[in-house]
């Protein structure tokens, strides 16, 4: 089965940082381009950022553009989000999620449990 574990979230302050990342089993992560989510109650999902399988192609949604940076680690099944300048906007649940198929295609349905991001001061 695809296990997805995200990790690394917390309490940060205005302009802060965190990394979360998304350890994975259950499928070839080499060969699956990934993807971030987040959600903030009573909202729909909202796209993040996405890679490819390689580490070569990124994109982002436009508001974290600058800000947030994907990355991943073939050797270790992980996917990586590094956060900085974060905002009290910013506050949600991240997920992590397979691409459906090419590049672009979207993303899977299947997320893990998440992990929360709460910007105050």
């Known amino acids: 089965d695809v296990v997805l574990v995200e990790s690394g979230g917390g309490l940060v302050q205005p302009g802060g940082s965190l990394r979360l990342s998304c350890a994975t089993s259950g499928f070839t992560f080499k060969l699956w381009h990934m993807n971030w989510l987040r959600q903030v109650p009573g909202k729909e999902l909202e796209w993040v950022a996405r890679?490819?399988?390689?580490?070569?192609?990124?994109d982002y949604e436009e508001s974290v553009k600058g800000r947030f940076t994907i990355s991943r680690d073939n050797s270790k099944n992980t996917l990586y989000l590094q956060l900085n300048g974060l905002t009290t906007d910013d506050t949600a649940m991240y997920y992590c999620a397979r691409e459906r198929a090419e590049y672009g295609s979207g993303y899977e349905s299947k997320r893990g449990r998440g992990t929360q991001v709460t910007v105050s001061s």
């Open positions: 890679m490819d399988n390689t580490g070569a192609r990124t």
